[in-house]
């Protein structure tokens, strides 16, 4: 039997949650999924639509990171509107993938630093608590070997007040080789559960990492019986880019990586 050739990509809340570049994760995947034979349709799920019959007709999600005003303004829509049919879709194997603020959505709670206490979809056995310092800056992490990626480096760039807390037997996506990840501390960062992925890695990320937009990419398609050409692809061209963030990651020097940009960036401060 020959499968069909095309995916559909549900966007959840594209404009609230889309900090430093995660619409570029929607790109990559786009593209990638093209090179690969792959028609990829998007699906915006956002506060105006996402009813189960759309979230139903979706093979994996995305959701990126947002200001804390946002993720307190769509989480009763995300928890009651939308929660249940995701559920369901991750439940059969729908890939998730969620940064930064979509991560900490993922779990049971995130409280803020003005002490909201904004409810998650318990996708994820974890909570977030705000720290007093953000933790910002350029973050490289060793992904857990166990997901198989053909580069297990991955790159990003971080901004964030929340410490995300992983319940006891919850998988981290990797280990900090350089950063703060979910807490500044443990070394641990992000989380993976079945076909769910959460982390704090925006930049964006998977233009920066090709290896986790295939993860995407293959956990789509094996789920629906899509053909999709997993051959090896020319990603010389993201191999540079990376060579670049991973050196300016690894020198520890802002300034160093502001030169390189050939300006110096300004940091948007998110709460
Ligand atoms: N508002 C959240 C925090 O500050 C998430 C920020 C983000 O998505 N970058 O922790």
């Given at each position: 039997m020959t499968g069909s050739t095309s995916l559909r990509l549900g966007v959840l809340y594209p404009r609230e949650m889309?900090?430093?570049?995660?619409r570029g994760n929607v790109l990559a995947l786009v593209r990638r999924a093209a090179l690969r034979g792959v028609e990829l349709e998007v699906t915006t799920l956002g506060l105006d639509g996402g009813d189960p019959g759309e979230i139903q007709a979706c093979s994996g999600f995305l959701i990126g990171g947002g200001q804390d005003m946002d993720q307190l303004a769509l989480a009763h829509d995300l928890v009651t509107r939308k929660g249940p049919a995701l559920r369901e879709q991750v439940s059969s194997g729908a890939p998730l993938l969620a940064v930064c603020a979509g991560y900490q959505l993922l779990g049971e709670h995130y409280r803020t630093a003005a002490g909201d206490l904004i409810p998650g979809?318990?996708?994820?056995?974890l909570r977030t608590e705000a720290g007093r310092r953000r933790l910002v800056g350029n973050i490289l992490v060793a992904a857990?070997?166990?997901?198989?990626?053909?580069?297990?480096l991955l790159v990003g760039f971080e901004n964030h007040s929340g410490r995300t807390i992983l319940e006891p037997g919850l998988h981290p996506l990797g280990k900090v080789v350089r950063g703060g990840g979910?807490?500044?501390?443990?070394g641990a960062e992000g989380a993976v559960l079945g076909s769910v992925i959460g982390t704090y890695?925006?930049?964006?990320?998977l233009p920066k990492n090709p290896a986790l937009a295939d993860w995407w990419l293959f956990t789509a398609a094996g789920r629906t019986g899509t053909t999709l050409d997993r051959s090896h692809l020319d990603d010389s061209a993201e191999e540079a880019a990376r060579r670049e963030a991973i050196q300016i990651t690894l020198s520890g020097s802002r300034a160093r990586g502001y030169r390189l940009l050939g300006r110096r960036p300004r940091i948007r401060r998110t709460g």
């Open positions: 889309n900090l430093y570049g995660d979809l318990g996708i994820l056995p857990n070997p166990g997901l198989g990626l053909a580069n297990p979910n807490d500044g501390d443990s890695l925006h930049g964006p990320l």
